[in-house]
């Protein structure tokens, strides 16, 4: 059995959608008004298809008006949903987690169960916050008592659905008991089941929300840019936008974009986004996305020669892997590599060797760094003492294990289990 503590949007359906899943589960909220109209059929708030889901499950599989004492200590997890709003300097408002959390531990007699935060909250909230109030709890109650973090996508509108048919689920556990309570819980569900570090599971679900909130930025910018500079049919714009055939296919070729790397180089993007930036400067108005992800593409340079020079000492032989600015290329016109090498250099490393498949010689031709050129990737991994992989050529992932062989520095993320279309650096 599952408890849910907090009826709202998330924890109404996620009560509902575990029921109708085949589980008992118990609906707790301290709204006495909400928990009546629940009682009576009636969903508190507008989100289709929940109304005829509680007429089935109601008095099934979920009960709503139980105490708190039985439906805890009939219940494997309990599952927090409550609100986390913002408080006023931006920080999440942790105080209905916290004392939902002190409620089970007072309502339960024992038996271990895991308590499971749905509730939205950023990450390291779990393991610096919730995680010591957890392990206090448990010493001055000595309760077993555990703890997950299982991050909710869904979508007011969209609720039933994408809950009922989640694309991923996302759990953060560390131990085993309550990994496997989770593990049942989601059979029902046949959906990837990912069990993360807690600090991961919150920022997969921010990692989510902010990208759809700087993509709607991007956008209202984009709008307000072309205002500015007149004559320009904006949503025309954006619909031609989405003709591109990038956003199309399984993963869509969009998603190389949403991936971390060492910065974007070449011809294009850097030249087009400062000309953008600036000529709306020109016509009065001050982009602010376009002038961060400006700052970023520099900022990211220094971010990799500081995990460098971090641990690296001065005397290793540093091998580059990759100099054009993405793979499949041979064009190095504002390459990442350029910029980090040119950092190594300045920070005082003398013994730089590099390879690439295609742009060894037109890097030397362009830039003539005093750093040697390596004709192959088994000469220059033999020479170095650590590697920085700075463009995404396929070689690299091909040759995982040599690469493995000394001390790596992906800045591509190249070596992770993910499609070849995502890691390559097709993009940027
Ligand atoms: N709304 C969404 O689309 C959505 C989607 C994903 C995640 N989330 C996150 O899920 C969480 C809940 O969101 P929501 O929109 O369902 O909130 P909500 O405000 O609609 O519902 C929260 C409910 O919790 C109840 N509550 C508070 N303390 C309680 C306690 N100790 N015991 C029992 N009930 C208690 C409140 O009375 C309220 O009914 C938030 O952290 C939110 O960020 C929301």
């Given at each position: 059995?599952?408890?849910?503590?907090?009826?709202?949007?998330?924890?109404?359906?996620?009560?509902?959608?575990?029921?109708?899943?085949?589980?008992?589960?118990?609906?707790?909220?301290?709204?006495?008004?909400?928990?009546?109209?629940?009682?009576?059929?009636?969903?508190?708030?507008?989100?289709?298809?929940?109304?005829?889901?509680?007429?089935?499950?109601?008095?099934?599989?979920?009960?709503?008006?139980?105490?708190?004492?039985?439906?805890?200590?009939?219940?494997?997890?309990?599952?927090?949903?409550?609100?986390?709003?913002?408080?006023?300097?931006?920080?999440?408002?942790?105080?209905?987690?916290?004392?939902?959390?002190?409620?089970?531990?007072?309502?339960?007699?024992?038996?271990?169960?895991?308590?499971?935060?749905?509730?939205?909250?950023?990450?390291?909230?779990?393991?610096?916050?919730?995680?010591?109030?957890?392990?206090?709890?448990?010493?001055?109650?000595?309760?077993?008592?555990?703890?997950?973090?299982?991050?909710?996508?869904?979508?007011?509108?969209?609720?039933?659905?994408?809950?009922?048919?989640?694309?991923?689920?996302?759990?953060?556990?560390?131990?085993?008991?309550?990994?496997?309570?989770?593990?049942?819980?989601?059979?029902?569900?046949?959906?990837?089941?990912?069990?993360?570090?807690?600090?991961?599971?919150?920022?997969?679900?921010?990692?989510?929300?902010?990208?759809?909130?700087?993509?709607?930025?991007?956008?209202?910018?984009?709008?307000?840019?072309?205002?500015?500079?007149?004559?320009?049919?904006?949503?025309?714009?954006?619909?031609?936008?989405?003709?591109?055939?990038?956003?199309?296919?399984?993963?869509?070729?969009?998603?190389?974009?949403?991936?971390?790397?060492?910065?974007?180089?070449?011809?294009?993007?850097?030249?087009?986004?400062?000309?953008?930036?600036?000529?709306?400067?020109?016509?009065?108005?001050?982009?602010?996305?376009?002038?961060?992800?400006?700052?970023?593409?520099?900022?990211?340079?220094?971010?990799?020669?500081?995990?460098?020079?971090?641990?690296?000492?001065?005397?290793?032989?540093?091998?580059?892997?990759?100099?054009?600015?993405?793979?499949?290329?041979?064009?190095?016109?504002?390459?990442?590599?350029?910029?980090?090498?040119?950092?190594?250099?300045?920070?005082?490393?003398?013994?730089?060797?590099?390879?690439?498949?295609?742009?060894?010689?037109?890097?030397?031709?362009?830039?003539?760094?005093?750093?040697?050129?390596?004709?192959?990737?088994?000469?220059?991994?033999?020479?170095?003492?650590?590697?920085?992989?700075?463009?995404?050529?396929?070689?690299?992932?091909?040759?995982?294990?040599?690469?493995?062989?000394?001390?790596?520095?992906?800045?591509?993320?190249?070596?992770?289990?993910l499609p070849a279309s995502v890691v390559g650096d097709t993009s940027a």
């Amino acid at each position: 059995m599952i408890t849910v503590l907090g009826l709202g949007f998330v924890g109404l359906t996620t009560a509902l959608g575990f029921s109708k899943k085949g589980f008992k589960v118990y609906g707790i909220d301290l709204d006495k008004q909400r928990v009546d109209s629940i009682s009576n059929y009636n969903i508190p708030f507008y989100e289709p298809h929940l109304d005829e889901a509680l007429r089935e499950e109601l008095g099934n599989n979920f009960v709503v008006d139980a105490p708190l004492e039985e439906a805890v200590n009939n219940s494997k997890a309990v599952i927090i949903c409550v609100g986390t709003p913002s408080n006023e300097d931006g920080s999440a408002n942790l105080s209905y987690i916290f004392s939902a959390v002190e409620s089970v531990f007072k309502a339960s007699e024992g038996e271990f169960k895991v308590i499971v935060t749905k509730s939205t909250v950023p990450p390291s909230t779990i393991s610096k916050k919730v995680k010591p109030f957890v392990e206090e709890m448990n010493r001055a109650y000595n309760k077993p008592i555990g703890l997950a973090s299982n991050p909710e996508f869904l979508r007011e509108g969209h609720a039933w659905n994408d809950f009922m048919n989640p694309d991923r689920v996302v759990i953060g556990v560390e131990d085993e008991d309550s990994k496997e309570i989770l593990n049942q819980v989601y059979i029902p569900f046949n959906a990837p089941v990912h069990y993360v570090s807690y600090n991961s599971a919150e920022f997969i679900k921010y990692l989510s929300n902010t990208l759809l909130s700087t993509l709607i930025s991007f956008s209202n910018e984009m709008a307000m840019i072309a205002d500015h500079i007149g004559d320009i049919d904006v949503p025309t714009a954006f619909k031609i936008l989405h003709q591109d055939k990038r956003w199309y296919g399984t993963p869509a070729a969009m998603a190389s974009y949403v991936y971390p790397g060492c910065g974007y180089g070449g011809y294009c993007l850097p030249k087009d986004t400062a000309a953008l930036n600036s000529i709306a400067k020109d016509h009065g108005f001050e982009p602010k996305v376009l002038e961060g992800n400006l700052k970023i593409n520099e900022e990211i340079k220094d971010f990799v020669a500081e995990k460098i020079a971090a641990v690296v000492p001065k005397e290793n032989t540093i091998a580059i892997l990759g100099l054009a600015f993405k793979s499949g290329s041979d064009d190095v016109r504002l390459t990442p590599s350029k910029f980090i090498i040119e950092k190594l250099l300045a920070k005082g490393y003398t013994n730089i060797v590099a390879y690439d498949p295609m742009a060894n010689e037109i890097f030397d031709k362009m830039y003539n760094f005093p750093i040697k050129y390596v004709g192959s990737l088994e000469d220059i991994v033999e020479q170095a003492d650590d590697l920085v992989l700075l463009t995404a050529w396929p070689e690299f992932k091909e040759n995982k294990d040599l690469l493995q062989s000394k001390r790596l520095f992906d800045f591509r993320y190249t070596l992770a289990d993910l499609p070849a279309s995502v890691v390559g650096d097709t993009s940027a």
